[in-house]
């Protein structure tokens, strides 16, 4: 069973950046197509960003198209998020998820098998 491990939160000035990576362990990382979902204090957890096993696919939610970028690594068992220009609203914990069902991107949640513990991110005004 993988196990995902979110890292690369903090604290950042509205306008700044952050990269967040989740780091897989326990299995095999490529089988995964990977997503990144937060959910900010009184508020439902959000679809941020999808990558496809591989790396050639990616969705993004439109609310962060132009700001964000999802990657990954199969050799490092890593996927990143890039969050550039951020936002106060931005603010929230950030989690990672794996999907088995690999041929596939998904930004609905249950679509997703295992879940990370996530990272919180803060952006100040």
């Known amino acids: 069973q993988v196990r995902l491990v979110e890292s690369g939160g903090g604290l950042v000035q509205a306008g700044g950046s952050l990269r967040l990576s989740c780091t897989a362990s326990?299995?095999?990382?490529?089988?995964?197509?990977m997503g990144w979902f937060r959910q900010a204090p009184g508020k439902e957890r959000e679809f941020l960003a999808a990558i496809s096993w591989g790396g050639s696919n990616t969705y993004l939610t439109d609310s962060v198209k132009g700001r964000f970028t999802i990657s990954r690594d199969n050799a490092k068992n890593t996927v990143y998020l890039q969050m550039n220009s951020l936002k106060p609203e931005d603010t929230a914990v950030y989690s990672c998820?794996?999907?088995?069902?690999?041929?596939?991107?998904?930004?609905?949640?249950?679509?997703?098998?295992?879940w990370g513990q996530g990272t919180q991110v803060t952006v100040s005004s």
């Open positions: 998820a794996a999907d088995s069902n690999w041929r596939t991107i998904s930004r609905f949640q249950y679509e997703y098998d295992i």
């Open positions: 326990g299995g095999t990382f490529s089988r995964y197509s």
